[in-house]
């Protein structure tokens, strides 16, 4: 067993020497999730803000939806993702698996949900009153909406943050649809940090592995750090 | 006289509830202040909300007449009217960013941005004038005696700060119309005759207020008018040393106390 001061002192020495495996693979990790990140949150916003804001049948089994898909294990993702894009699925034909793409598509569908539960309820926990009072001062339809999701922010923020954790930290969806990929001259195509851990401990590269781990853990650790440092200012 | 505000057989019910009003009838005088007095229960914050157009009626009709509402539109009319709750509601932001609420919804988005940039310029100390909605909003805080409070935030005030934010909001917007639901109800006595003294101001501005109170006193010393509602209905209206004067009818008397009216 390595010690865990050996490991610290090796990931320390990977990040400071640039290491071109790290670097690689944690470009991977952040461009695949960030990529899913920036196509789930408005996509996500919305369908909260009409859960939790418009009235229309269907709206509690859709609901109910988006609580059923927070559950959703990654691996089950990866596999239906990986059944649509393989070659004899219905999306064969654009050649996506076993590439970035495929990953994001994959961690879209896993955080969705997610994100859209964490930022409905914080909707839903607004004050009935800060609508009448946004009614009461003059505000149109629209605007009242927005002052609603607007005093939501902090909750939409905790639900962008816990997203891209998941995304960033889940392994079995895009090991299944990126195929984990390192190109000959040693540099990621398609592994992410995860998907690297595994491997690295496979092959009996525990160092390495924790270093990895560290370096995963410092990403959302420092990110939560952040979200809360904006909470705590209070007025934005 | 022509009326700001005309309400004919007003009914309204909440969906699975009795009926809140029975049939109101009621005229505001421009400039006038109205207080509407009751039990509780009696369908007060009722009827202003549904005069406030939060509510549809379920009968009746209501009229406004504002001078300066820019069209008939639904949005246009609640542009020319405010309101301040039983309890104050404020967001989740600055003082500052609170009273100025009212007016950023009215102000089209280029607007809007160049009072942002003022700020974020005046933060890094670059000598900008005041744009006109700021200079609303330090008026409207200065009439409530906050001031100093701009950059505080309102989960930091106390109650009776909080109502004297919610009324400045009201004011900056400085409606034709405005409502104000027991505005001083659990303030202290100085803080309730601040609110007062606010009011009378604005009122002298021209300002019409319809105020919903259980403090005669404070009915007293603001209204011109008032009008008994019991039970969704109106049983007794008119000029305010009338209606509280002994003798008084039978519903006035035992809502006031005996005593009260002498
Ligand atoms: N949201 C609601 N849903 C159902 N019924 C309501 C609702 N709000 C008020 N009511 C009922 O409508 C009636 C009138 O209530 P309202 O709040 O208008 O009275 P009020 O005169 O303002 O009383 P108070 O002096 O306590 O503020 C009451 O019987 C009350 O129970
Ligand atoms: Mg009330």
Same mark, same amino acid.
């Given at each position: 067993?390595?010690?865990?001061?050996?490991?610290?002192?090796?990931?320390?020495?990977?990040?400071?020497?640039?290491?071109?495996?790290?670097?690689?693979?944690?470009?991977?990790?952040?461009?695949?999730?960030?990529?899913?990140?920036?196509?789930?949150?408005?996509?996500?916003?919305?369908?909260?803000?009409?859960?939790?804001?418009?009235?229309?049948?269907?709206?509690?089994?859709?609901?109910?939806?988006?609580?059923?898909?927070?559950?959703?294990?990654?691996?089950?993702?990866?596999?239906?993702?990986?059944?649509?894009?393989?070659?004899?699925?219905?999306?064969?034909?654009?050649?996506?698996?076993?590439?970035?793409?495929?990953?994001?598509?994959? /961690?879209?569908?896993?955080? =969705?949900?997610?994100?859209?539960?964490?930022?409905?309820?914080?909707?839903?926990?607004?004050?009935?009153?800060?609508?009448?009072?946004?009614?009461?001062?003059?505000?149109?339809?629209?605007?009242?909406?927005?002052?609603?999701?607007?005093?939501?922010?902090?909750?939409?923020? =905790?639900?962008?943050?816990?997203?891209?954790?998941?995304?960033?930290?889940?392994?079995?969806?895009?090991?299944?649809?990126?195929?984990?990929?390192?190109?000959?001259?040693?540099?990621?195509?398609?592994?992410?940090? =995860?998907?690297?851990?595994?491997?690295?401990?496979?092959?009996? /590269?525990?160092?390495?592995?924790?270093?990895?781990?560290?370096?995963?853990?410092?990403?959302?650790?420092?990110?939560?750090?952040?979200?809360?440092?904006?909470?705590?200012?209070?007025?934005? | 006289?022509?009326?700001?505000?005309?309400?004919?057989?007003?009914?309204?019910?909440?969906?699975?509830?009795?009926?809140?009003?029975?049939?109101?009838?009621?005229?505001?005088?421009?400039?006038?202040?109205?207080?509407?007095?009751?039990?509780?229960?009696?369908?007060?914050?009722?009827?202003?909300?549904?005069?406030?157009?939060?509510?549809?009626?379920?009968?009746?009709?209501?009229?406004?007449?504002?001078?300066?509402?820019?069209?008939?539109?639904?949005?246009?009319? +609640?542009?020319?009217?405010?309101?301040?709750?039983?309890?104050?509601? %404020?967001?989740?932001?600055?003082?500052?960013?609170?009273?100025?609420?009212?007016?950023?919804?009215?102000?089209?988005?280029?607007?809007?941005?160049?009072?942002?940039?003022?700020?974020?310029?005046?933060?890094?100390? %670059?000598?900008?004038?005041?744009?006109? %909605?700021?200079?609303?909003?330090?008026?409207?805080?200065?009439?409530?005696?906050?001031?100093?409070?701009?950059?505080?935030?309102?989960?930091?005030?106390?109650?009776?700060?909080?109502?004297?934010?919610?009324?400045?909001?009201?004011?900056?917007?400085?409606?034709?119309?405005?409502?104000?639901?027991?505005?001083?109800?659990?303030?202290?006595?100085?803080?309730?005759? %601040?609110?007062?003294?606010?009011?009378?101001?604005?009122?002298? +501005?021209?300002?019409?207020?319809?105020?919903?109170?259980?403090?005669?006193?404070?009915?007293?010393?603001?209204?011109?008018?008032?009008?008994?509602?019991?039970?969704?209905?109106?049983?007794?209206?008119?000029?305010?040393?009338?209606?509280?004067?002994?003798?008084?009818?039978?519903?006035?008397?035992?809502?006031?106390?005996?005593?009260?009216?002498?």
């Amino acid at each position: 067993m390595p010690s865990l001061l050996s490991a610290v002192s090796q990931a320390f020495s990977m990040i400071v020497s640039l290491d071109s495996y790290l670097l690689s693979v944690v470009g991977v990790s952040l461009r695949v999730s960030g990529m899913a990140l920036v196509i789930s949150v408005p996509l996500s916003a919305l369908v909260a803000a009409l859960l939790g804001l418009a009235r229309f049948p269907g709206r509690n089994l859709l609901r109910t939806l988006v609580n059923t898909g927070m559950g959703v294990p990654s691996v089950i993702v990866g596999l239906v993702v990986l059944l649509l894009l393989s070659r004899s699925g219905p999306f064969g034909g654009l050649g996506l698996l076993w590439t970035p793409t495929a990953m994001v598509i994959s /961690q879209c569908v896993l955080i =969705t949900p997610l994100i859209t539960g964490v930022m409905l309820s914080a909707l839903v926990g607004v004050d009935r009153a800060i609508s009448e009072a946004a009614h009461a001062l003059g505000a149109s339809r629209l605007q009242r909406v927005l002052t609603v999701i607007r005093e939501a922010r902090f909750g939409f923020l =905790t639900a962008v943050i816990a997203g891209f954790g998941r995304a960033i930290s889940e392994v079995g969806s895009v090991l299944l649809v990126g195929g984990n990929i390192v190109f000959p001259h040693g540099v990621s195509y398609t592994r992410t940090l =995860t998907t690297a851990i595994v491997v690295e401990t496979r092959k009996g /590269q525990f160092e390495t592995a924790l270093a990895l781990g560290i370096v995963l853990i410092v990403i959302v650790l420092s990110l939560n750090l952040l979200a809360s440092r904006l909470q705590r200012r209070g007025s934005w | 006289m022509s009326s700001i505000l005309s309400v004919r057989g007003l009914r309204f019910a909440y969906p699975g509830g009795a009926e809140a009003l029975r049939g109101v009838d009621l005229e505001l005088h421009p400039g006038e202040v109205f207080a509407v007095v009751g039990p509780n229960g009696a369908g007060k914050t009722t009827l202003f909300r549904v005069l406030n157009m939060f509510y549809r009626p379920s009968a009746g009709r209501v009229e406004y007449r504002f001078r300066t509402a820019r069209d008939g539109s639904q949005l246009s009319l +609640r542009r020319r009217m405010a309101m301040v709750f039983q309890d104050p509601v %404020l967001l989740n932001a600055s003082v500052w960013e609170n009273v100025a609420y009212g007016l950023f919804l009215r102000e089209p988005l280029p607007g809007r941005l160049r009072v942002r940039l003022h700020r974020l310029g005046r933060k890094f100390h %670059l000598p900008l004038p005041a744009t006109e %909605l700021e200079a609303r909003v330090e008026r409207a805080l200065g009439e409530v005696g906050l001031s100093g409070f701009t950059s505080k935030h309102a989960r930091a005030l106390s109650r009776g700060e909080a109502q004297r934010v919610a009324l400045a909001r009201a004011l900056a917007v400085e409606p034709e119309l405005l409502f104000l639901d027991e505005p001083t109800a659990n303030l202290d006595p100085p803080s309730a005759l %601040l609110i007062e003294e606010v009011i009378r101001r604005a009122n002298r +501005r021209g300002t019409t207020v319809l105020l919903a109170s259980h403090n005669i006193g404070q009915v007293r010393r603001l209204a011109d008018r008032a009008a008994l509602l019991v039970e969704g209905r109106i049983v007794d209206s008119g000029p305010v040393e009338e209606l509280f004067q002994a003798p008084a009818s039978g519903f006035i008397k035992e809502f006031v106390g005996e005593e009260l009216l002498s």
